[in-house]
């Protein structure tokens, strides 16, 4: 059962209302989500691009750009190296058609998967020094990448870093000390001496910044023509950053919201032949893109391609301008969606019968070895442990170098920071505070599994799931106006997670499970005041079903029920207390 809590933060809810021209319930929920200034207020609310951090303030920008613009006048080779996720893809996309632009001589290599692992290696430096590539600009990697490096700074090449990942640092003295490596340039907002105001972007925001800059740069030392490279240019560019903002999961707050909301209402008219094609074919109304539709359908079928085969189908296809091929690969990326959907449930299944029936079950920390697994998917499945159990989640699987593995976090264990005490049993490894990759040999498997529990801290207040409630609100309160107002709301991911109300004290007048599955729970709830409302509650066991006369608390959120011409609310039940 989650701990219900209540949020408190305190305004004057009524002269935001007044001031903005909503609704006192909805100025509480977004002053929950830690908005406090007129400025926070406006970008929240607002969708104008000149409220965007200026890209200047990013250290090195302008320095990578400078290299770049002396390497395209004098036709050095340049060559992107990016990553085989939906951020990884983006940003290739992004610093490719960019680059095209500027009249860059570029072309990109993405890692594989299974034979190469995440980021740039030496195999891949070694391969572009033999094909004469003068420079390597790094996209949703590299920051971790010393000795790579320091391996092609010694070949003599120019390297340009472009990453959002944490700064690997050491702990001395109880004091991080940061290990950055040898590169020409790089860019990441996370580096203690960047002046950038929010770090919570992207590897595919890093890569526009970036191509933003050039393109300032190259109107003025290249001689093309700003305007030309501006107007619809940097404007399609958009789509790509928001999609990988909200596929990477990053905060849809500050400026990620901004950059989210354009590029949904973007890729409405949108002109790029292979995404309006993977949006046909996963049967989605294009006019009504939201974030749901790039985390849950469009996002998962653009990373199927680097998880079972090779991430530059899915490259191909953004960078596609015929549309009978572009759609042959958007048919083929649903395919390879379908199949690793597939894979994932048979998988999820094994580790959950592991665990169960093993001393597993008694570790906060849970690092479960399914050789087998296809190691493309482990942070899915590892996400789905995390879930079921709410404790961070770490599977391991056999790789052609050794064991891989992928976790997934909880708030309170800052994952990045706790493997990193560890890391001397570890060949490899990287991440965020919520996420992380890494590789150690068969035979530290166990002892990772234990060191990492030894050294863990949680306590059963962190190991219990918390629902924030944004405003407990009688459900007589709500009406189909209030609920068409908390559009403005959206886009909703993380950090500006959907909004959370609760009632009490309803009394259960029906309640029956209906659906082919037998999981939906449909209810009707008499309020305090006695109006009868409907409910409903998805994903529901037998065991829950209210009896008629209980007295309940619920979660909800409110929504629209449209049938048969006839508008009326229904309530989403989301727990029952």
Known sequence: MSKWMVYGKKADFKAIASTYGIDQVTARIIRNRDIKTKKEFDMYLGDDLSLLHDPYAMKDIKKACEILTCKISNNKKIRIIGDYDIDGICSITILYK????????????????????????????????????????????????????AHAKDLGMTIIITDHHDIPFEMVNDKKEYTIPNADAI????????????DGICGAEVAFKLIQVLYNEAS????????????GELEDLQEFMAIATVGD??????????????????????????????????????????????????GPCL?????????????????CNDNKKALEMAKELKGLNDERKDLTQKEVVKALNLINNSPLKDDKVLVVYLPDCHESIAGIIAGRIREHYYRPSIILTNGEEGIKGSGRSIDGYNMFEEISKVKYLLTKFGGHPMAAGLSLKAENIDKFREALNNKQTMTDETLTPKIWIDVPMPLDYVTIPLINEFSILEPFGKGNEKPVFADKNLTVITARIIGKNRNVLKMQLQTQRGKIVDAIKFNAIESEIPSVGDNINVIYYPDINE?????KIQFIINEIG
Not at 256 to 282: D, F, M, Q, S, W
Not at 303 to 319: F, K, P
Not at 563 to 567: I, Q, S
């Open 98 to 149: 960019g680059l095209k632009s500027c009249n860059a001589l570029v072309d990109y290599v993405v890692p594989h998967r299974i034979h190469d692992g995440y980021g740039i290696n030496k195999r891949l430096i070694d391969e572009a020094y033999k094909d004469g590539i003068d420079t390597i600009i790094t996209c949703d990697n590299g920051i971790a990448a010393i000795e790579q490096v």
């Open 187 to 198: 860019v990441n907002p996370k580096q203690p001496d960047c002046s950038y105001p929010f």
């Open 220 to 231: 003025n030392n290249l001689h093309i023509d700003k305007k030309k490279l501006e107007s």
């Open 249 to 298: 999961i990053m905060p849809l707050i500050d400026e990620n919201r901004i950059i989210v909301k354009n590029g949904l209402k973007h890729i409405a008219k949108t002109k790029n032949p292979g995404l309006k094609a993977l949006i046909n074919e996963c049967n989605l109304d294009i006019n009504h893109i939201s974030s749901y539709h790039i985390g849950f359908i469009i």
């Open 303 to 319: 990373n199927a391609s680097g998880r079972l085969e090779s991430a530059d189908l899915a490259i191909q296809m953004l960078l």
């Open 563 to 567: 049938y048969n011409g006839n508008t």
